[in-house]
């Protein structure tokens, strides 16, 4: 696990979850990006441009470190 994710990484995370998984009946995001996309509001709304690892949930950890380990494999969707 990186220490620091960019909210670049978050962006692509996103990007890479809701290419995967498609979104439910009204349009919501799938749960891994949906999970990112309160850090990532976050931090666009504090001005931001990096996040600490060690304050993201387990579900957020999950997802950034899925999605950037499969991209790292060019294994996107």
Known sequence: MKANYSIAEIEQAINYWTRRQAADSHW???????AL??????????????????????????AIETALQQMDLGLTP
Do not use: K, W
């Open 37 to 62: 996309a309160n850090v990532y509001g976050e931090m666009i709304f504090r001005h931001d441009t990096s996040v600490a690892a060690e304050t993201l949930d387990a579900e957020q950890s999950r």
């Open 28 to 34: 919501a995001l799938c749960p891994a990006a949906r």
